[in-house]
């Protein structure tokens, strides 16, 4: 029997569902998010929803800037004591005290103050306006991630402040990262107010470090949850039950699924190399000597005739596998990263270095060995159907491919690690797995096509 979408137990069932299967977000992906605007409708929704990755982002010296959408006036309509005015005010430097505690300093801490509970949605008169305001604003801090609220969550406030945002990014153009957080979601009684599968990807971020902070921010926003304004009986108080939602060691994030059909592309790359000449850490992270070394020890043949290296960023890896080619051709979308490849293999004639979008473009010729190592994730499905159908046209018969990805989730990449090998295992034809193996953080296959290839050493 298929349960009511407002069956109680099976709503539970699927809110739990939410928190404990959500794959984790490594904090260390953060560092492609060097400006982040966190859109809060109230002054307490920013500490509730997302304290704990607005903390990584600060602790990490990144920019992040908080837009309070509403002026927070109606949690206390019919208080005596304070007068609208004086519980906006209030509440503002309730928000400032919370951003200050999450490393926000009052400079990027932004009020719009539209009215409480009448947020204006798609459709409202006042929308258009609110729309203009928000672009104009935000437009000069050229963001490229906005953080907004879930898009059926619970508060008209939050459904309103998603539209504006949406809005607003229509009208900044592409490229803006855009994640979802929930508040009043953990508060649903449908199943309809919960993402669906095919809809949203969900992730979650470990704050378990930075936890205690957190509840700080929250309590900052003392009129909301300790009777600061004492004389409305019937005004607003955040219960145990609800901020206990909020002081887990997780945080909950949505995507949209729609990522997986854009590939991440030069811009991207652009970025991330800007801010760093080894963004990933692969001259002197430990993790990256190891799997450099498993990978090298995966490869069947002790040399090979004419190999290609897709995605060689700055030539770590790239060097290593130098001494097992005659010829290696080693790809990269991104300028930057081969100045530094070439800088590091100088020496090595028998290299060459090119830049390349793979697969808009792809170099003539076979290869009897194919390594493609952290590079599959940032391609969208169709081009990476396209990829598979491209390396394995080019590889010779007995030739090797060796596929090698980070598996844990990343909200920036289209797809994990596993939905690369196993896009692969899927449209290979002709071709036998000869390795398979997985460690902590990373999945490892070898595939040769069947036939006979030269053999060196």
Same mark, same amino acid.
């Given at each position: 029997?298929?349960? =009511? &979408?407002?069956?109680? #137990?099976?709503?539970?069932?699927?809110?739990?569902? =939410?928190?404990?299967?959500? *794959?984790?977000? %490594?904090?260390?992906?953060?560092?492609?998010?060097?400006?982040?605007?966190?859109?809060?409708?109230?002054?307490?929704?920013?500490?509730?929803?997302?304290?704990?990755?607005?903390?990584?982002?600060?602790?990490?010296?990144?920019?992040?800037?908080?837009?309070?959408?509403?002026?927070?006036?109606?949690?206390? *309509?019919?208080?005596?004591?304070?007068?609208?005015?004086?519980?906006?005010?209030? $509440?503002?430097?309730?928000?400032?005290?919370?951003?200050?505690?999450?490393?926000?300093? +009052?400079?990027?801490?932004?009020?719009?103050?539209?009215?409480?509970?009448?947020?204006?949605?798609?459709?409202?008169?006042?929308?258009?306006?609110?729309?203009?305001?928000?672009?104009?604003?935000? @437009?000069?801090?050229? %963001?490229?991630?906005?953080?907004?609220?879930?898009?059926?969550?619970?508060?008209?406030?939050?459904?309103? !402040? /998603?539209?504006?945002?949406?809005?607003?990014?229509? $009208?900044?153009? %592409?490229?803006?990262? /855009?994640? +979802?957080?929930?508040?009043?979601?953990?508060?649903?009684?449908?199943?309809?107010?919960?993402?669906?599968?095919?809809?949203?990807?969900?992730?979650? =971020?470990?704050?378990?470090?930075?936890?205690?902070?957190?509840?700080?921010?929250?309590?900052?926003?003392?009129?909301?949850?300790?009777?600061?304004?004492?004389?409305?009986?019937?005004?607003?108080?955040?219960?145990?039950?609800?901020?206990?939602?909020?002081? @887990?060691?997780?945080?909950?994030?949505?995507?949209?699924?729609?990522?997986?059909?854009?590939?991440?592309? #030069?811009?991207?790359?652009?970025?991330?190399?800007?801010?760093?000449?080894?963004?990933?850490?692969?001259? !002197?992270?430990?993790?990256?000597?190891?799997?450099?070394?498993?990978?090298?020890?995966?490869? &069947?043949?002790?040399?090979?005739?004419?190999?290609?290296?897709? #995605?060689?960023?700055?030539?770590?890896?790239?060097?290593?596998?130098?001494? $097992?080619?005659?010829?290696?051709?080693?790809?990269?979308?991104?300028?930057?990263?081969?100045?530094?490849?070439?800088?590091? =293999?100088?020496?090595?004639?028998?290299? +060459?270095?090119? @830049?390349?979008?793979? *697969?808009?473009?792809?170099?003539?010729?076979?290869?009897?060995?194919?390594?493609?190592?952290?590079?599959?994730?940032?391609?969208?499905?169709?081009?990476?159907? $396209?990829?598979?159908?491209?390396?394995?046209?080019?590889?010779?018969?007995?030739?090797?491919?060796?596929?090698?990805?980070?598996?844990?989730?990343?909200?920036?990449?289209?797809?994990?690690?596993?939905?690369?090998?196993?896009?692969?295992?899927?449209?290979?034809?002709?071709?036998?797995?000869?390795?398979?193996?997985?460690?902590?953080?990373?999945?490892?296959?070898?595939?040769?096509?069947?036939?006979?290839?030269?053999?060196?050493?």
């Amino acid at each position: 029997m298929v349960p =009511l &979408p407002t069956d109680p #137990g099976h709503v539970a069932g699927r809110k739990d569902a =939410l928190y404990e299967q959500a *794959p984790d977000h %490594p904090v260390g992906d953060l560092a492609a998010w060097r400006s982040t605007i966190v859109f809060s409708p109230h002054p307490d929704d920013e500490s509730l929803g997302c304290g704990g990755l607005i903390l990584h982002l600060t602790d990490r010296g990144q920019e992040v800037r908080v837009v309070f959408v509403s002026d927070g006036s109606m949690s206390h *309509p019919n208080s005596q004591k304070f007068s609208s005015e004086e519980r906006t005010a209030l $509440r503002e430097r309730e928000a400032l005290a919370a951003c200050s505690v999450l490393g926000v300093p +009052e400079d990027r801490v932004h009020f719009l103050r539209l009215p409480d509970g009448r947020v204006p949605g798609e459709g409202h008169p006042a929308f258009a306006p609110a729309v203009e305001s928000m672009t104009e604003m935000v @437009r000069q801090w050229s %963001p490229d991630t906005f953080v907004v609220p879930w898009r059926r969550d619970l508060h008209e406030d939050h459904r309103a !402040t /998603w539209d504006i945002c949406r809005a607003a990014v229509n $009208r900044i153009g %592409p490229g803006i990262r /855009w994640v +979802e957080y929930p508040v009043w979601m953990w508060e649903a009684k449908n199943t309809g107010d919960l993402p669906r599968q095919e809809e949203m990807i969900t992730w979650s =971020l470990d704050i378990a470090d930075v936890v205690n902070r957190k509840v700080e921010a929250i309590r900052a926003h003392a009129s909301q949850w300790n009777g600061v304004i004492d004389d409305d009986a019937s005004g607003f108080q955040l219960s145990e039950s609800m901020i206990g939602h909020f002081t @887990r060691p997780r945080e909950i994030y949505f995507e949209p699924a729609e990522k997986r059909h854009r590939s991440l592309g #030069g811009e991207y790359f652009a970025a991330i190399y800007q801010g760093s000449e080894d963004p990933w850490q692969f001259e !002197t992270s430990e993790y990256e000597r190891g799997k450099y070394a498993a990978t090298l020890a995966a490869l &069947p043949l002790g040399r090979y005739d004419r190999a290609l290296e897709i #995605g060689c960023s700055i030539g770590v890896l790239t060097e290593q596998l130098a001494e $097992r080619c005659e010829e290696l051709l080693a790809v990269d979308v991104s300028e930057a990263a081969l100045e530094r490849a070439r800088d590091r =293999l100088a020496n090595q004639i028998h290299v +060459e270095l090119r @830049r390349l979008s793979i *697969p808009q473009e792809f170099p003539e010729g076979s290869f009897n060995l194919v390594v493609l190592s952290e590079v599959g994730y940032y391609w969208s499905y169709t081009d990476l159907e $396209r990829a598979i159908d491209l390396i394995q046209n080019s590889l010779r018969p007995g030739g090797v491919l060796l596929l090698v990805h980070y598996t844990p989730y990343v909200p920036d990449y289209p797809l994990t690690g596993d939905e690369v090998h196993e896009a692969f295992a899927r449209k290979l034809t002709g071709f036998e797995r000869v390795k398979g193996s997985r460690a902590d953080r990373y999945r490892l296959d070898v595939w040769k096509k069947k036939g006979l290839t030269r053999s060196h050493g």
